[in-house]
């Protein structure tokens, strides 16, 4: 029996120390790799300079610059390929195989295009260079415009049907440029635009007013800046907005896309009344075997609609309509366009 | 006899403590975000990653492993405004649904896509919008929840998380102001916080603003676990910051990185040592690429997207701009009609089959697409549809050389001096990241032509 019990006593030991022992084990073996890895020829992979900052540059203007890198170890130094981040191209100018003291270069061109901004972009270096298999090459500076404006888009936000809107626009030289604005327009005919005049040396401000639109529903547009400024002759300043009558409804088309026969999808109608006098007098669909429920968004007084396809609709494209009847004078009727695919 | 009871002893404890973390239910919490329109790589070139399609598979093979997951999105879906992107954000939306995300944290461009949208995807979304710190006053009813908390129960204990969401004021812009109220961050979060520090056994931060805004909102706030963030991180494996136990953490931009928190949640531990389970086993980023195959549920939705551009014809919808000093595009057939070996060369280039590549791909309707695949699309005179300008398919003799409205009227005219600027126009990094002039040039470069003197009309 007390065979038996030293027997288990050692048993229980060696499994308690058999972790441990591995991790001992382990570090002995690499003291022995490290030890034969100091014999073999390593590259080694040094850069000049692993950051290279542009400074200032102008919108649309490019910058190319060549990172110069040595082989400063005894084995032989081998790029397996340069990797760039977003915005900027990089190549590897000279071979991608250098022996101990070669030089090579890797080029990289960060093109700003229509970027404005601070940037960082950064080149990844791959090589077998044990101590940096990955070396990071960063490029940073920021892009400027000759010519700023403020907004980049103009967001005249809801508007009520036949109410007007403005809003300014702030145009902003770069001073030693000498850069003249010649004229700011927009095609559109409700659109009317008129300097105010301030103070500030090449500062520039507008104010852009869009007149009692009758449209009921989005609309956009472009206001055109012209400068004497040969980089940004033109700028486009997109507007938006959306004039709304007594409701409004969101979406404007229904999609079902596609789905399979017998399958149970629902799309949702949501309207807000912004005039809280009318009321929803009828709904009709188109074909019948659309069904829709009216149900009120959690006693908003916004009304939600259901909409779905019996299961008995045949395969094939869904082409039809809801169309909303209302006590509006404005807005009598509601189309809704509905759209999808049954398939078999 | 005593070292047999000692043996015991020991023996009981391993066996003990290895039930106890045998126990334990992995949770993790996947994080996505910035995906900026980016539904599917466009397929420009090879090796593209991201997609919606590739992160369902993902997701799918985590369901799959019976582990808990819990998907959340930090912000800013679209890019900017306009139809396109409404389509975009619906269609992500309904993306994220299918993938079980649990919330979506507002970024500023998601609110620049509109209030009438922000409301109808809060009311209709199984999904919640998430913000601590965004007030919208818009005249439409919109659902946003200051805080989420989840709760998972088993037989025996349960635990709870509490996401909070907040969008850096510095991200204020014109184009949201109208209807939206930012507060301070840090001022939002003073009161959740405490809050929800003693409600939680996990506190996670989505925070929409620039790395160096998180890491402070960590310093200031221990209590949280875990802060998802970035804005404009091109490499977020690289971008992994501890501020103590606090691990900040970003997916990247334009959906191309998944994030996975891995969280070991011992339900026997659990409510004695509740901190046990706030400190995260590992964070991974996870780059979407062709390991993951495609969904069939992604891909039919993506078909649907391509259907409704399609539908509403939002090829025709985009505004154009009018050309500079008048000019016009008169298309490749007129061209040809004198440079007939340049055009007969064109014909066989890249360049010459390029609207091909987008309609085997069942691209053509698309306008981001469309662009870099057809010649003036955007401005006056130049490709609108197929329907009306197959004369301006594909990357024309004046996608390079400039509308030649002038040039046909006056021959004489000095026309077509251009320069590798203007492949930079499409052949960016992000479509083209292999394009060197050099090489490139080669591929297009086109026969000189010694043409006779036209008479004079």
């Known amino acids: 029996m007390k065979e038996i019990r030293k027997y288990l006593l050692v048993l229980i030991c060696i499994l308690l120390i058999s972790e441990n022992s591995y991790y001992i084990f382990a570090a002995d073996n690499k003291k022995i ?26 919108i649309g203007e490019s910058v190319n610059h060549g990172f110069k890198f040595k082989n400063i170890g005894v084995g032989e130094l081998v790029i397996n390929n340069v990797k760039s981040s977003c ?113 500030e040396e090449n500062k520039y401000s507008y104010f852009v007013t869009i007149n009692k639109y009758d449209y009921i529903g989005k609309f956009n547009g472009i206001v055109f800046i012209y400068s004497s400024s040969n980089k940004q002759e033109r700028i486009d300043v997109p507007f938006s907005g959306e004039v709304v009558g007594d409701l409004t409804f969101y979406p404007e088309n229904l999609y079902f896309g596609s789905f399979k026969k017998g399958q149970d999808v629902k799309k949702t109608i949501i309207i807000n009344f912004v005039n809280k006098e009318v009321k929803i007098e009828k709904i009709e669909t188109e074909p019948s075997n659309i069904n829709y429920i009216v149900s009120e968004l959690n006693n908003t007084g916004t009304k939600k609609i259901d909409v779905n396809l019996s299961k008995d609709t045949t395969v094939g494209k869904i082409t039809g309509s809801l169309k909303i009847y209302t006590n509006s004078v404005i807005q009598p009727v509601i189309n809704i366009p509905i759209n999808g695919e049954i398939k078999g | 006899m005593k ?30 975000g910035e995906e900026l329109g980016n539904l599917e790589p466009c397929g420009c070139f090879e090796g593209q990653i991201g997609g919606i399609s590739r992160r369902y598979a993902l997701i799918d093979s985590f369901r799959k492993q019976k582990k808990i997951i819990l998907p959340v999105s930090l912000g800013d879906l679209t890019k900017s405004s306009g139809r396109q992107e409404v389509i975009k954000m619906e269609i992500l939306c309904c993306a994220l649904e299918r993938m079980d995300y649990i919330l979506h944290n507002l970024g500023e461009k998601d609110l620049e896509v509109g209030p009438q949208l922000i409301s109808y995807l809060s009311q209709t979304n199984k999904i919640a919008f998430l913000s601590s710190n965004v007030q919208i006053t818009s005249p439409f009813p919109t659902k946003i929840n200051k805080y989420v908390l989840k709760e998972y129960v088993d037989s ?90 606090t691990a900040i953490v970003s997916s990247g931009t334009g959906g191309k990185y998944i994030g996975v928190a891995e969280y070991s949640i011992n339900n026997k531990l659990a409510p004695l040592y509740a901190k046990v389970f706030t400190k995260s086993k590992s964070v991974e980023i996870i780059p979407l690429d062709n390991k993951y195959k495609d969904s069939l549920e992604m891909v039919s939705l993506l078909k649907d997207y391509q259907q409704m551009l399609m539908d509403e014809d939002l090829l025709s919808k985009t505004p154009q701009m009018p050309l500079l000093n008048g000019l016009s595009y008169v298309g490749n057939l007129t061209c040809g009609t004198c440079h007939k070996l340049v055009y007969d060369h ?18 053509q309707y698309d306008p981001e697409c469309i662009r870099c695949h057809t010649t003036g699309y955007g401005f006056i005179s130049g490709f609108l549809n197929y329907e009306n300008n197959q004369n301006l398919i594909n990357v024309g003799c004046e996608s390079c050389h400039g509308a030649g409205s002038e040039h046909v009227k006056n021959v004489s005219n000095v026309y077509g001096v251009t320069d590798e600027s203007i492949c930079d126009m499409c052949h960016d990094n992000e479509h083209s990241p292999e394009f060197q002039f050099k090489g490139y040039w080669e591929r297009i470069k086109h026969p000189k032509e010694f043409l006779k003197k036209l008479p004079k009309p």
């Open chain 1, 33 to 58: 790799e490290n030890v034969i890895d100091e014999k073999v020829e390593k590259p080694n992979l040094v850069f000049e300079e692993q950051t290279y900052d542009f400074g200032r540059i102008y």
């Open chain 1, 87 to 199: 915005g900027c191209t990089a190549a590897l100018v000279s071979k991608n195989k250098l022996l101990k003291d070669e030089e090579g270069q890797v080029d990289v061109k960060f093109n700003a295009g229509h970027y404005v901004g601070k940037v960082t972009k950064s080149v990844i270096v791959n090589s077998n260079d044990p101590e940096n298999l990955k070396y990071k090459l960063i490029i940073t500076g920021e892009v400027i415009e000759e010519v700023s404006v403020s907004p980049k888009r103009i967001n005249f936000g809801i508007i009520r049907r036949g109410d007007s809107c403005t809003k300014s626009i702030e145009i902003k030289i770069v001073p030693e440029l000498k850069i003249e604005v010649k004229k700011v327009e927009s095609p559109n005919p409700y659109v009317t635009i008129t300097q105010n005049k301030i103070s």
């Open chain 2, 3 to 32: 070292m047999y009871f000692g043996c015991l002893i020991i023996v009981t404890f391993i066996f003990i403590s290895t039930k106890i973390y045998g126990s334990a239910t992995d949770l993790l919490i996947i994080f996505s």
């Open chain 2, 156 to 245: 025996k204990n349960s635990f709870k998380i509490a996401f909070l969401g907040i969008l850096s004021k510095s991200f204020f812009n014109n184009n949201i102001s109208d209807f939206v109220n930012i507060i301070e961050p840090i001022k939002a979060l003073e009161l959740l916080v405490k809050q929800l520090h003693d409600k939680a056994n996990l506190i996670i931060l989505l925070s929409h603003a620039p790395l160096g805004e998180s890491i402070e909102i960590a310093k200031l706030f221990p209590e949280i676990g875990l802060i998802i963030t970035g804005h404009g991180i091109e490499e977020p494996k690289d971008s992994i910051t501890y501020v103590n136990n």
């Open chain 2, 346 to 363: 064109w014909s066989k280039t890249q360049h010459g089959v390029s609207y091909n590549t987008l309609v085997n791909k069942g691209h």
